[in-house]
């Protein structure tokens, strides 16, 4: 089955310590994103990539980096700069940047400050 | 600009019963609507989406949703609730801006509470 695979479910990050969160995707699109997700706050889009080796800050890119050197990959790399890293991060990618395309989640990531 | 409003955060209901989760949006362009389900420590799935024709627009699991521009809302509903039907329930808007990339806007989410 097609699908997005993020991993590790569980990341701990020690203080002034980078950190990359794996996303995966074998559905062949195009478009993949970066979300954070807060209590209570629904998702913030941190990044978002519509091509191979292009990809664009979203609404909260500070402390982030992204990479997307391969079409079925874009890492999220969660740097020292971030100080406040303790969310659920989705990874979610949709056929195409179309603007009526569903996108499709991963089951996230959980990180936090050890 | 474009913004989703769910005004519910919890919405607790008995096993059986009817259920509505209510959503309103803004937006000054034409827009594309989506219902989506977040069960615990899981990623989101899309339930249902309303892209254009028939404004009734029905989903998996009995939902469905309903399409009134007039009113700006996409209420979802269901006849009778399950147990199974527990989860947080995200309302998301994209338009149709010209040039634009897509970039989606999620409501903060209704926790959907069903009591056996």
């Known amino acids: 089955d097609g699908g997005i695979t993020q991993s590790p479910k569980y990341l701990f990050r020690k203080e002034g310590q980078n950190v990359t969160l794996s996303c995966e995707q074998n559905?062949?699109?195009?478009?993949m994103y970066w979300y954070r997700q807060d209590p209570g706050q629904g998702l913030r889009l941190i990044y978002y990539?519509?091509?191979?080796?292009?990809?664009q800050k979203g609404d909260i890119a500070e402390g982030y980096s992204v990479s997307r050197e391969k079409k079925e990959s874009f890492p999220l790399t969660v740097t020292s700069a971030q100080k406040n890293p303790t969310a659920f991060y989705l990874c979610?990618?949709?056929?195409?940047?179309?603007?009526?395309?569903?996108?499709?989640f991963g089951d996230g990531t959980r990180l936090s400050i050890l | 600009a474009q913004s989703v409003t769910q005004l519910d955060s919890q919405v607790p209901v008995f096993e059986e019963a009817p259920v509505e989760l209510r959503c309103n949006y803004s937006?000054?362009?034409?827009?594309?609507l989506f219902w989506y389900v977040q069960y615990p420590n899981q990623g989101l799935q899309l339930l249902l989406k309303?892209?254009?024709?028939?404004?009734l627009v029905k989903g998996i699991n009995g939902f469905e949703a309903e399409f009134n521009k007039s009113q700006t809302s996409f209420h979802l509903r269901k006849p009778s609730v399950h147990i199974s039907d527990t989860a947080e329930y995200f309302c998301?808007?994209?338009?149709?801006?010209?040039?634009?990339?897509?970039?989606?806007?999620f409501g903060t989410g209704t926790k959907l509470q069903v009591i056996p």
């Open positions: 979610a990618s949709s056929m195409d940047r179309a603007s009526n395309q569903p996108q499709h």
């Open positions: 559905l062949n699109h195009d478009a």
């Open positions: 990539s519509q091509i191979v080796n292009d990809f």
């Open positions: 937006s000054s362009v034409s827009v594309y």
């Open positions: 309303y892209l254009s024709g028939s404004t």
């Open positions: 998301a808007v994209n338009s149709a801006a010209s040039g634009g990339y897509q970039k989606v806007t």
